[in-house]
C-alpha cells in the first residue's frame, strides 16, 4: 500500500475501508478538511484528535511525509513526548464514477 515504506518494524498493524457514495474529486477536499491544509505537502505539520474510547484526550501531531495528489496522504507522528512512533495514512481508491474506497 502506498505509504508502507514510511513504516518501520511494525509491532501492530490496523486497516480499515470504507465505501463512500461520491467520486474521489469529492472525497478528497473533505479528507483534507479534516486532516490538514486544502493541498497537503510534505513536511506540514498536522494536529489530529486523540481519544480513548468515549474520552477526548487531546491531539496528536502527525508530519505529513508522502502526498499522492487526490490519492492518498501518510503522517507520521512528530518527535514529541508521545510515547509511539505510528504512520496514518488515508487513501482515497476510485471505484467506478460514483463511488470512493477510503
Known amino acids: 500500500m502506498?505509504?508502507?515504506?514510511?513504516?518501520?518494524?511494525?509491532?501492530a498493524q490496523t486497516?480499515?475501508?470504507?465505501?463512500?457514495?461520491?467520486?474521489v474529486?469529492?472525497?478528497w477536499p473533505h479528507v483534507t478538511a479534516r486532516t490538514?491544509?486544502?493541498?497537503?505537502?510534505i513536511g506540514d505539520v498536522v494536529r489530529l484528535p486523540l481519544s480513548i474510547g468515549?474520552?477526548?484526550?487531546g491531539s496528536v501531531a502527525l508530519t505529513v511525509v508522502d502526498v499522492?495528489?487526490?490519492?492518498?496522504?501518510v503522517m507520521r507522528t512528530a518527535r514529541t513526548?508521545?510515547?509511539?512512533?505510528?504512520?496514518?495514512?488515508?487513501?482515497?481508491?476510485?471505484?467506478?464514477?460514483?463511488?470512493?474506497r477510503l
Open 68 to 73: 499522492a495528489e487526490r490519492r492518498a496522504v
Open 81 to 100: 513526548p508521545i510515547p509511539v512512533d505510528a504512520t496514518f495514512a488515508l487513501l482515497l481508491e476510485s471505484r467506478w464514477e460514483d463511488r470512493t
Open 15 to 23: 486497516t480499515a475501508g470504507e465505501w463512500i457514495d461520491a467520486s
Open 54 to 57: 468515549p474520552w477526548d484526550v
Open 36 to 41: 490538514c491544509t486544502a493541498a497537503p505537502a
Open 2 to 11: 502506498f505509504g508502507d515504506g514510511r513504516v518501520h518494524d511494525p509491532v
Open 25 to 27: 474529486d469529492e472525497v
